[in-house]
């Protein structure tokens, strides 16, 4: 039989990447001849698996005493990523430039290779990296320190007790400190019986401002009465 089997099969050569795949024909056993497989004429089902891959399965047809090749690349399983946002706060992830989705409480899966991740914030700066994803089911882990996007500005009056107003939005009375968003801002102080008081405000993310204090000047034409009981 063995003889019979060698004189009417067909050496067949099959290439795997990565090289220590295991091959199977479903439902025959191996027979080697100088490193090639020996198969009887017709169709054979392949199965071929390796760590860290997504298992392969294809149909192949030998012909009757003609030599045939074949080549077959596994594919890579996904890596997994976990990106930790510093501090730990409620985030978006962007990868490769697409559209920002809400940060998922499990890693993110990932083809194997390299990938841009931006991870952001409300009121805090992006925080962008690339990253070497190695696939195979393989962990890793990616940690954003988030900058804030704002910077704690003083304020006092004289008299206190003026109402802040950041970009026409109440933030605060004199005296304070608090947080205001970075760029160019204007800064109002309003007081009963005062003048407004505003001027222009410019702010640098995590650069702390302390500013003079602002003594405010009676209203125009404000008449204060007093009365005594007789």
Request: hydrophobic fraction near 45%; aromatic fraction near 6%.
């Given at each position: 039989?063995v003889?019979?089997?060698v004189l ?21 056993p ?41 080549r ?21 992830v ?9 940060l ?18 409300e ?6 990296a ?16 988030l ?48 003048k407004?008081?505003?001027?222009p ?15 405010l ?14």
């Amino acid at each position: 039989f063995v003889a019979f089997f060698v004189l009417t099969a067909a050496p067949v050569e099959i290439v795997v990447e990565p090289a220590d795949a295991d091959l199977d024909i479903v439902g025959l056993p191996e027979v080697r001849l100088g490193g090639r497989l020996l198969l009887r004429p017709g169709s054979h089902d392949l199965r071929i698996v390796a760590p860290g891959f997504r298992p392969f399965t294809t149909s192949i047809t030998v012909s009757e005493g003609a030599p045939s090749s074949y080549r077959f690349t596994l594919e890579r399983l996904p890596g997994l990523l976990a990106v930790i946002p510093e501090p730990a706060v409620e985030a978006r992830v962007a990868i490769d430039g697409r559209p920002a989705v809400p940060l998922p409480a499990g890693p993110l899966e990932l083809s194997p290779g390299p990938h841009d991740i931006e991870v952001s914030a409300e009121r805090y700066q992006p925080f962008r990296a690339r990253v070497a994803v190695a696939g195979g089911g393989e962990r890793q882990e990616l940690r954003a320190p988030l900058q804030p996007d704002w910077a704690e500005i003083t304020i006092a009056s004289q008299p206190a007790g003026a109402s802040i107003v950041i970009d026409g939005v109440a933030a605060g009375t004199t005296p304070a400190t608090i947080e205001v968003a970075a760029g160019q801002r204007d800064l109002r102080l309003e007081l009963d019986g005062y003048k407004a008081w505003s001027q222009p405000l410019p702010v640098t993310a995590g650069v702390p401002q302390a500013l003079p204090e602002v003594r405010l000047v009676s209203a125009d034409g404000l008449v204060r009465a007093t009365s005594q009981p007789a």
